[in-house]
């Protein structure tokens, strides 16, 4: 048996917070008593972690992350990636569809699913939406979704096709399962990855403009709104798209929205002094776009806090502005620059932070996660919400493309269990 004893349960599903010890038997939750349980009843061959002024809640499930493999292994792959994510506190990634092959066929659907299996934490993946992203010709989505797929997307290539949006939406209607949606689209954009204005001007890019992102925002969500599909807007960066989102929300309850840890702590200045360590699709916006997010993320406009990881070479990211790609790495800084930038400024309580983390993506998605209860799976992360560190060049990830590194945060996992085993210790 594991113990963690004297530790403080958040559980966001339950409404629970209180200190208390925890028993894991096997894969899990044997049971949760007053302090001085583990005291009482462990054995001494059991192990017991001693969480004494430490956080104790639902490991974190993350919507949106991009492991590489197969095809771009050089940047990451599935074991790196899950290395990153345990050290991150996430016990449940879902993993982008947009690798070389494309996941849009049995074959690397199976291959990933395999490679999975194999990993520390609950790594899942989602095929995508129309063949090799074209956007012309839906995926077999029925077979694809048997074979393990838990929702579809073509993540970084907006649909530009509205009717094959909308059979899409009708077919993830019948199956169950939520699409994904890119929202930029690209006659609207001069070049990708920097807001369209005077940073863009600075650097010498001609930039994307907030509305390439929200005439597709608003497209899908009245298709979703028509077709009744369960929808995810994806990294969400403009104030006006939060605002869609709201009222689009208010009409129907299958319209969600995430946004990531860079777009609730940047603005676009930050471009200028970290350079392409900043480039990201949807790109980072003003301070008013900032904040409209984070109001957008306390009345719940914003379902999610979804990490984007996006690693890339440090070759790559050495290029210039048009030339460098965009993404930035984010499992091992996101819960730390979210007690940072929400839970400490009293944006968000700690509870509610950690909604947006364990138990909504894992309703999303119909996972049995989420959540710390008697007879539930065992996968949590242990954390300090007041320890401060310094974000270092060395990551678990193969890439070191954050714009954070040396960055004071507040927030430093020190355990993660999945399964009921230690995956990671600080």
């Known amino acids: 048996m594991l113990w963690i004893k004297n530790g403080r349960l958040v559980d966001p599903k339950s409404q629970t917070d209180k200190v208390c010890d925890i028993c894991i038997e096997r894969d899990r939750i044997a049971g949760i008593t007053p302090p001085g349980g583990a005291e009482q009843k462990h054995r001494e061959s059991d192990e017991i972690i001693d969480a004494a002024g430490m956080v104790v809640a639902p490991g974190l ?33 879902i ?205 719940d406009t914003i379902d999610y806090i979804a990490t984007d990881h996006a690693p890339h070479s440090a070759e790559e990211k050495a290029k210039d502005m048009k030339s460098a790609p965009s993404g930035m790495i984010g499992l091992e800084t996101a819960l730390a620059l979210g007690i940072t930038n929400l839970v400490k400024p009293e944006y968000l309580s700690l509870s509610h932070f950690l909604e947006k983390l364990t138990i909504n993506p894992a309703e ?13 799976k065992a996968d949590m992360v242990i954390f300090d919400e007041n320890e401060q560190w310094t974000v270092g060049e060395h990551f678990k990830s193969k890439a070191s493309n954050s714009p954070f590194i040396g960055e004071t945060l507040q927030g430093k996992v020190k355990y993660t269990i999945c399964g009921g085993k230690i995956v990671y210790r600080d």
């Open 364 to 376: 999303l998605y119909h996972l049995d996660a989420g959540y710390v209860a008697v007879g539930g």
């Open 61 to 93: 499930i993350d919507v949106h992350v991009h492991f590489r493999e197969p095809g771009f292994t050089y940047k990451e792959d599935v074991s790196t990636g899950a290395a990153a994510a345990a050290a991150g506190g996430y016990t449940t990634v």
């Open 95 to 299: 993993c982008m569809a947009n690798t070389k092959p494309v996941v849009d066929n049995e074959e690397t659907l199976t291959y990933l699913r395999q490679r999975a299996a194999k990993m520390p934490i609950h790594v899942l993946n989602t095929a995508a939406v129309t063949k090799g992203f074209g956007g012309a010709e839906l995926t077999d989505m029925i077979g694809l979704k048997a074979l393990g797929a838990v929702g579809f997307t073509d993540d970084g290539v907006p649909i530009k096709d509205t009717a094959v949006v909308m059979e899409a939406m009708k077919m993830a209607k019948a199956l169950d399962v939520p699409l994904s949606f890119h929202e930029e689209d690209p006659t609207l954009i001069g070049s990708f990855g920097v807001n369209q204005g005077p940073v863009s001007t600075a650097v010498g890019v001609e930039g994307a403009p907030a509305v390439a992102e929200d005439v597709l925002v608003a497209r899908d969500c009245a298709l979703a709104l028509s077709t009744g599909a369960s929808i995810d807007i994806q990294h969400i960066s403009s104030g006006t798209s939060v605002a869609i989102v709201r009222a689009m929300k208010a009409l129907g309850k299958n319209i969600h929205a995430e946004a990531t840890p860079q777009h609730f702590s940047l603005t676009e200045e930050a471009v200028l002094a970290k350079g392409t360590l900043v480039k990201v699709n949807p790109p980072i916006r003003t301070e008013a776009d900032r904040q409209a997010i984070i109001q957008g993320l306390m009345d």
